[in-house]
């Protein structure tokens, strides 16, 4: 069956770093995109980065451009995403999707369909 992975999350304070990974099986991903969106509590979830797998391409939400960055590694079929200078604002679950890619990298959650079960990240203040 197909499976999204999520680890790396934890507990850290304001400005800190975290790398985020998303290890996928099941399946051949080479097709696809992956997004990583997150939950806080109350909210909504929310697209944060997106990255396909055959091209590299990525897309970001304006929240965290200069400070996340995604980045895959076909083989081992592995999405980073390291997440720097963490704001207290960032806390939330963090999740990976799959999606087939068709050379847009969709930000909305609809659109993808696989999940993972998420990673939490705490900054505290």
């Known amino acids: 069956q197909v499976q999204l992975v999520e680890s790396g999350g934890g507990l850290v304070q304001a400005g800190g770093s975290l790398r985020l990974s998303c290890t996928a099986s099941g399946r051949s991903f080479r097709n696809d995109a992956m997004g990583w969106f997150r939950q806080a509590p109350g909210k909504e979830r929310e697209f944060v980065a997106a990255i396909s797998w055959s091209y590299g391409s990525t897309k970001y939400a304006d929240s965290v451009k200069g400070r996340f960055t995604i980045s895959r590694d076909n083989a081992a079929n592995t999405v980073y995403h390291q997440v720097n200078s963490l704001k207290p604002e960032d806390t939330a679950i963090y999740y990976c999707?799959?999606?087939?890619?068709?050379?847009?990298?969709?930000?909305?959650?609809?659109?993808?369909?696989?999940w993972g079960q998420g990673t939490q990240v705490t900054v505290s203040s």
């Open positions: 999707a799959a999606k087939t890619y068709y050379g847009r990298l969709n930000s909305g959650a609809h659109e993808y369909g696989y």
